[in-house]
């Protein structure tokens, strides 16, 4: 499985944007870039995925690297609801998602 | 349209008995995924079940443990003899579709909380 890496925690404020980053180097041709969250005790939540160009949707936007070795979860507005374990995953067709650390977000009010 | 349905969300069990843990798909998802989530530890993945098939239980321990997704009713997780390290949050994901290369979204119920005692 090819290896995402992501800090260990970011704090933020409430009503402001979110930019958590992450670097995946050794990403394939053919591998998607998968965004989940798991807030406090709850299952994971899917967030967004993309292959090469911008994602957006409700819940936030993908925006990815041109040479695709790095991407950024952007929340434009992030509220207190969002705080959580964000992971980024690579996933090739009907594969296992591979969780690692994942960021710790927290927003203070 | 419902979201994916675990049943039951808590399940306490004594020690050699058995654990029947059931997942119901979203409507239209014919692929169902079981993830672990051991107390303070990260999501494992356990197995990726289609209708009638097994595709990958690379993540599922060799003994007690066994999955099915029967062509008609939800997906069952199963784990026989019991014991305190199986103690944990157990999910299921379903997906849409599967198709070459193509990936897609998984979509993950509510967890049921094993607690053996």
């Known amino acids: 499985d090819a290896k995402t890496t992501q800090p260990n925690s970011m704090e933020s404020n409430e009503e402001e944007p979110v930019h958590l980053p992450c670097n995946h180097s050794t990403i394939s041709g053919t591998d998607y870039i998968h965004w989940y969250r798991q807030l406090p005790s709850q299952g994971p939540e899917y967030v967004i995925h993309?292959?090469?160009s911008n994602v957006n949707n409700r819940m936030a936007s993908l925006a990815i690297a041109e040479d695709r070795k790095s991407s950024t979860l952007i929340l434009h507005r992030a509220t207190l609801r969002d705080a959580a374990v964000y992971y980024c995953?690579?996933?090739?067709?009907?594969?296992?998602?591979?969780f690692g650390q994942g960021t710790r977000l927290t927003i203070n009010p | 349209n419902a979201g994916v349905m675990q049943n039951p969300r808590h399940l306490v069990r004594r020690r050699g008995q058995e654990a029947r843990l059931r997942c119901s798909p979203m409507?239209?998802?014919?692929?169902v995924y079981w993830y672990r989530q051991l107390p303070e530890e990260g999501l494992k993945f356990m197995v990726y079940l289609q209708k009638e098939n097994i595709i990958d239980e690379s993540g599922m321990p060799k003994e007690r443990f066994s999955a099915e997704f029967p062509k008609e009713g939800p997906s069952i997780l199963r784990i026989q003899q019991v014991v305190r390290g199986d103690s944990a949050a157990y999910f299921c994901?379903?997906?849409?579709?599967?198709?070459?290369?193509?990936?897609?979204?998984?979509?993950f119920g509510p967890g049921t909380r094993l607690t053996v005692t």
């Open positions: 993309g292959l090469t």
């Open positions: 995953i690579l996933l090739q067709g009907a594969q296992k998602l591979v």
């Open positions: 994901a379903s997906s849409p579709r599967a198709g070459g290369t193509t990936s897609y979204e998984q979509y």
């Open positions: 409507k239209g998802h014919s692929h």
